[in-house]
T-cell receptor, first 112, second 115 residues
C-alpha cells in the first residue's frame, strides 16, 4: 500500500522560530511537492522537487525553503515562522508522467 | 481570474439524488484534468481522471469541454458516503522538468448527502 508520511500532525510554534516539516514516501517516486491549504484559497503549491537535490519554486515560495537529500525524503523549512504561515501543510509525491499525486495526512501548523 | 474556478457550495442533496459539479479553467494549454475527493480533515485522493471523450466509473461520470474550458462531474444515486469536498484539478500545461505533472487545484465544491 502506498504511503506518504509526514512527521508531525500538529505543531505549535512561536513567531520567529525555525520550523522543519518532514515528508517520506515509500513509492520510489521522482516528484515530491509541498502544498499549503487554507479555507477559501484551496491548495497552493509552495515548492516541488523532481530529483534528489533538485528543487523548483511553486506559486508561493516566499518565506519557505526545501531540502531533498534523499529520493524518499522532502523537507519544508520555515526559517523564521510568522503568523501568516499558520496553515495545513500537505506533502505529496507522484511518478513520472502520472497525474495522480499521493498525499500525506497533513501537518497543521499554528504560529503564535 | 483564478486558474481553476469552482462553486464552493455546499450542495445539500437527499440520498439517491443526482448532482453535478462544474469547474472552469483559464489555461488553454492545460492537458490533464482530474477530480480529487477530500473528506473532512483528511488528505485529497484521486477520484478519477477526465478524458476528452468523457469517462464513467460506476456512479461517477466526468466530462471535459476543451472549447469552453469546462470540466464536470456527475454523481448518480448519491450515497451518504459521497459527502466530501470535490476538487477540480488541472495540469498547468506541459510536463515538469524531469517529468510528472504540476497540478493546480480548485478550492473545491462541498457536497452533503442527507437522509
Amino acid at each position: 500500500d502506498v504511503k506518504v508520511t509526514q512527521s508531525s500532525r500538529y505543531l505549535v510554534k512561536r513567531t520567529g522560530e525555525k520550523v522543519f516539516l518532514e515528508c517520506v514516501q515509500d513509492m520510489d517516486h521522482e516528484n515530491m511537492f509541498w502544498y499549503r491549504q487554507d479555507p477559501g484559497l484551496g491548495l497552493r503549491l509552495i515548492y516541488f522537487s523532481y530529483d534528489v537535490k533538485m528543487k523548483e519554486k511553486g506559486d508561493i515560495p516566499e518565506g519557505y525553503s526545501v531540502s531533498r537529500e534523499k529520493k524518499e525524503r522532502f523537507s519544508l523549512i520555515l526559517e523564521s515562522a510568522s503568523t501568516n504561515q499558520t496553515s495545513m501543510y500537505l506533502c505529496a509525491s507522484g511518478g513520472l508522467g502520472i497525474g495522480e499525486l499521493f498525499f500525506g495526512e497533513g501537518s497543521r501548523l499554528t504560529v503564535l | 481570474r483564478k486558474e481553476v474556478e469552482q462553486d464552493p457550495g455546499p450542495f445539500n442533496v437527499p440520498e439517491g439524488a443526482t448532482v453535478a459539479f462544474n469547474c472552469t479553467y483559464s489555461n488553454s494549454a492545460s492537458q490533464s484534468f482530474f477530480w480529487y475527493r477530500q473528506d473532512c480533515r483528511k488528505e485529497p485522493k484521486l477520484l478519477m481522471s477526465v478524458y476528452s471523450s468523457g469517462n464513467e466509473d460506476g456512479r461517477f461520470t466526468a466530462q471535459l469541454n476543451r472549447a469552453s474550458q469546462y470540466i464536470s462531474l456527475l454523481i448518480r444515486d448519491s450515497k451518504l458516503s459521497d459527502s466530501a469536498t470535490y476538487l477540480c484539478v488541472v495540469n498547468k500545461g506541459g510536463i515538469l522538468t524531469g517529468g510528472g505533472n504540476k497540478l493546480t487545484f480548485g478550492t473545491g465544491t462541498q457536497l452533503k448527502v442527507e437522509l
